[in-house]
T-cell receptor
């Protein structure tokens, strides 16, 4: 069974704090993704990575950075958390190549910034 | 332009009835994959069904089927014999042959009424 795990289910941080969200997958997937999910807006891509140390900006990268030092781990960093970053964050992974490969998702992290 | 459009923010269906959730897509790629995911209130994203652009038959997985109309660029999800546990958000997604990204719609919230 493919497993994608995220470091926290719930997180509460203060404005201005640096926040790290960790994601680990155990299926040797090349691609990893970070989304944020807000009501009525669906899933919006923040960043994705198609290989170690490689990253691509998604639709809403402002205020976020990412790190992928190992194939199985993809970290999302909020350099200085703000209240408008309160959201559900979902990590996902997939194989590269064929369009048949689906994404596997982690359980999500509900982040509240106060 | 939106790659994936889901026009039904909310739907209601009577238990044991069938329901269709709409999805239209936009791509110029010849090869692409279409996916449906279910997200219960717990937050995890569950992969339901996949349809490839070259598949001639509509995909089916148990009570889920995909009504694929390529010329109309639609990929509607049909859930037969609805159950209370089907109450959830449903997301349509697409993966194109060019690039590694997945594109998601804004989702449809389905409520099954006893």
């Amino acid at each position: 069974d493919v497993k994608v795990t995220q470091s926290s289910r719930y997180l509460v941080k203060r404005t201005g704090e640096k926040v790290f969200l960790e994601c680990v997958q155990d299926m040797d997937h090349e691609n990893m993704f970070w989304y944020r999910q807000d009501p009525g807006l669906g899933l919006r891509l923040i960043y994705f990575s198609y290989d170690v140390k490689m990253k691509e900006k998604g639709d809403i990268p402002e205020g976020y950075s990412v790190s992928r030092e190992k194939k199985e781990r993809f970290s999302l960093i909020l350099e200085s958390a703000s209240t408008n970053q309160t959201s559900m964050y979902l990590c996902a992974s997939s194989y590269t190549g064929a369009v048949t490969y689906e994404q596997y998702f982690g359980p999500g992290t509900r982040l509240t910034v106060t | 332009a939106q790659k994936i459009t889901q026009t039904q923010p909310g739907m209601f269906v009577q238990e044991k009835e069938a329901v269709t959730l709409d999805c239209t897509y936009d791509t110029s790629d010849q090869s692409y994959g279409l996916f449906w995911y279910k997200q219960p209130s717990s937050g995890e994203m569950i992969f339901l069904i996949y349809q490839g652009s070259y598949d001639e038959q509509n995909a089916t997985e148990g009570r889920y089927s995909l009504n694929f109309q390529k010329a109309r660029k639609s990929a509607n999800l049909v859930i037969s014999a609805s159950q209370l546990g089907d109450s959830a958000m449903y997301f349509c997604a697409m993966r194109e042959e060019t690039g590694n990204q997945f594109y998601f719609g804004t989702g449809t919230s389905l409520t099954v009424i006893p």
